[in-house]
């Protein structure tokens, strides 16, 4: 933990700044709030990774779209290893498919998610009653009524829905471990950072919305 808590310490820094900033608006336009200063910070991160979000959600599903007709070329082909691959990359070219395509956004938006976590984690409010946020005590404690690891939960599990598109028997272990095990693992972490994970989620959830919301609209032109 500790060494990577320093690969990602300049990040954390940075967050950190920036989060003191957002703290400073907040007193701007009423009583200062670290809670909302987190929210800000959440949202403007998913803003300035949107394209990155873009690229990563729609290889996604065009890979989930794929499954079916690669299970197909792997069940006729099972014998013949070479040709398999040959008849997966003519479908992925056909598609216009990089399934590699997902990965590349993904380790970009990496380290500032990294140091987000961390910058949360080690995170020292300077006052007790600047660390209190709606119901929070205090954000460098867990929830001590289980709303964020609930919403954290719950909300983990809309994005898995909402980017599925088959549901076989792994994805539908998927759909109910991962969003039990994180919602297990909140109860003990600080709230401030839970509160950063459920803002992350409902922002990303609102952003895959919006991109299907395009692809739809665009397929309904097409069609007429």
Request: with cysteine; glycine share 4%; net charge positive.
């Amino acid at each position: 933990m500790g060494f990577f808590a320093t690969i990602f310490e300049p990040i954390e820094h940075i967050l950190q700044v920036v989060l003191q900033a957002l703290y400073h608006v907040t007193e701007l336009v009423g009583p200062g709030s670290y809670g909302v200063a987190i929210i800000l910070l959440t949202i403007v991160i998913k803003m300035i990774l949107y394209p990155l979000t873009v690229k990563q959600v729609r290889s996604m599903k065009a890979m989930q779209e794929l499954s079916p007709k690669m299970k197909k070329i792997q069940e006729k082909y099972k014998d013949n290893p070479q040709v398999m691959q040959q008849k997966v990359g003519a479908l992925y070219k056909e598609a216009g498919v990089n399934p590699l395509a997902g990965c590349l956004p993904l380790l970009i938006q990496m380290p500032i998610l990294m140091g987000m976590y961390y910058s949360l984690y080690n995170f020292t409010y300077p006052t007790p009653e600047s660390a209190q946020f709606l119901w929070l005590p205090s954000m460098s404690d867990p929830d001590p009524y289980y709303i964020l690891p609930v919403l954290s939960a719950l909300t983990t599990f809309l994005q898995q829905k909402q980017t599925t598109t088959e549901m076989n028997q792994q994805m539908k272990i998927m759909m109910t471990v991962m969003p039990l095990f994180i919602g297990w693992i909140s109860l003990n972490f600080p709230s401030g950072l839970v509160l950063y994970w459920v803002t992350m989620n409902i922002v990303q959830i609102a952003q895959q919305w919006w991109m299907y919301r395009d692809s739809n609209d665009t397929k309904k032109k097409e069609a007429a």
